[in-house]
Nanobody, 127 residues
Framework: QVQLVESGGSLVQPGGSLRLSCAGS????????IGWFRQAPGKEREGVSS????????YYADSVKGRFTISRDNANNRVYLQMNSLKPEDTAHYYC????????????????????WGQGTQVTVSS
């Protein structure tokens, strides 16, 4: 089984920055993509960003474009999410997830196309 562990969540003031990390293990081959998702209380889980393993192509939700950056360290099976200019509406539990087989090839940020999930890390943006 693929195992994913998120870290880096914290309390941060509006306008601040934070970097999340997703460490993977249990792979027998390259994953198709890794995505970051978030879920706030009372809301559905939504896609934030994803990166394709083969060529490093990245995708972002409109709400975070220009503020968040996803990156990877393939040698260490790790993906990062750099979050800048944080807003209170960014407050959520953040998850990383793996698409092992390419289901996310078109709809890159659809949670239903990812099949391995971490437990998440809490990000709270508040003064």
């Amino acid at each position: 089984q693929v195992q994913l562990v998120e870290s880096g969540g914290s309390l941060v003031q509006p306008g601040g920055s934070l970097r999340l990390s997703c460490a993977g293990s249990g792979f027998t081959s390259d994953l198709y993509a890794i995505g970051w998702f978030r879920q706030a209380p009372g809301k559905e889980r939504e896609g934030v960003s994803s990166i394709r393993s083969s060529d490093g192509s990245t995708y972002y939700a409109d709400s975070v474009k220009g503020r968040f950056t996803i990156s990877r360290d393939n040698a260490n099976n790790r993906v990062y999410l750099q979050m800048n200019s944080l807003k209170p509406e960014d407050t959520a539990h953040y998850y990383c997830a793996a698409d092992r087989h390419g289901s996310s090839w078109f709809y890159h940020l659809n949670p239903k196309t990812y099949d391995s999930w971490g437990q998440g890390t809490q990000v709270t943006v508040s003064s």
